[in-house]
């Protein structure tokens, strides 16, 4: 295999989980409302898709030491950035990968980790343009359009936006992770009715995704249907869990006069599996 092929393995990897969740996710388990924590996913690294560490300090030691030894290491430097997001060092995390990035500048992997970490950090306009640098225009990634589109949204570029889930989708057409953050976008332009349309799209496709789930909640309920938007977060879950997601819900619903107002809803750029 190709070190082309490598990489471009490792930057589908790295994106898959901010694929499955999108730039622009509600995130309601656990009754919290984050900022873009992954898109990074915002832009997922390679144990976004696998089981979280039951102990995060300990996997941080041995990550730490395993790229003390080699910095040259693109894994290591990815391992190690996502123990320190995972114990909130999200800014640490966006300079080991910067350093590893600008040690290697062609390695897309790389590229999509130090993107997602400066999503996850607010800087979107930063972030687009390093995912512009993790994939080419005759070798596109649809995963990394997805976050881009994800990443303009955050930047108020809507229409800009729509153009890359649009291209992400001729590649993987009705991927419902990329329809999700297309309903999110006009959520965010408060286009409620063809928000809800497309994130009803997404759930056919994703029945079970509760964070699909969630962001269609979320735009039946800016519509005023309370009722059904908490039938829509609750369904399927344990009894303890839809309790806090309706709660969750109702939090963010209290603030849609911001919105209206200018404001912007409080969504996640990213899926975290943190």
Same mark, same amino acid.
């Given at each position: ?6 990489? #471009? ?7 898959? !989980? ?8 509600? @995130?309601?388990? !656990? ?12 832009? !997922? ?8 560490? =039951? +102990? ?13 030894? /080699? ?5 290591? *430097? ?35 980790? &130090? ?5 996850? /950090?607010? /800087? ?7 995912? !512009?640098?993790?994939?080419?225009? +005759? ?24 153009? &890359? &889930? ?14 999700? /953050?297309?309903? $999110? ?15 009803? #799209? ?24 309370? =009722?059904?938007?908490?039938?829509? @977060?609750?369904?399927? $879950? ?31 750029? *990213?899926?975290?599996?943190?």
């Amino acid at each position: 295999m190709s070190q082309k092929l490598l990489h #471009r393995s490792s930057a589908a990897r790295l994106l898959a !989980g901010a694929a499955a969740s999108a730039a622009l996710v509600l @995130v309601l388990s !656990g009754c919290q409302i984050s900022v873009p924590s992954d898109i990074t996913g915002s832009l !997922g690294d390679t144990a976004e898709a696998g089981r979280p560490s =039951s +102990d995060p300090r300990r996997e941080l030691e041995t990550s730490q030491e395993r790229f003390k030894a /080699n910095p040259k290491d693109a894994d290591a *430097a990815l391992q190690y950035a996502r123990a320190l997001r995972a114990t909130g060092q999200r800014a640490q995390a966006a300079a080991i990968l910067e350093q590893a990035s600008m040690a290697q500048p062609n390695n897309k992997a790389l590229l999509a980790g &130090y993107g997602r970490a400066l999503a996850d /950090n607010g /800087n979107f306009q930063q972030a687009f343009d390093v995912l !512009g640098r993790a994939h080419s225009p +005759d070798d596109p990634d649809w995963r990394i359009l997805s976050a881009q589109g994800t990443a303009l949204d955050q930047l108020d570029r809507h229409d800009e936006a729509r153009q &890359y &889930y649009a291209s992400a989708l001729k590649i993987v057409p009705d991927e419902p992770s990329v329809l999700s /953050n297309l309903g $999110l976008s006009y959520v965010l332009s408060k286009e409620l009715p063809l928000a809800e349309e497309t994130l009803r #799209r997404a759930r056919s496709r994703a029945p079970n995704d509760q964070r699909i789930k969630a962001n269609l909640a979320l735009a039946v309920g800016l519509q005023g249907r309370l =009722s059904e938007a908490e039938s829509i @977060v609750k369904a399927d $879950l344990p009894p303890q869990e839809a309790a806090a997601n309706v709660a969750a819900l109702k939090r963010v619903l209290a603030r849609k006069e911001g919105p209206r107002g200018g404001g912007k809803i409080p969504v996640a750029a *990213a899926g975290d599996s943190d």
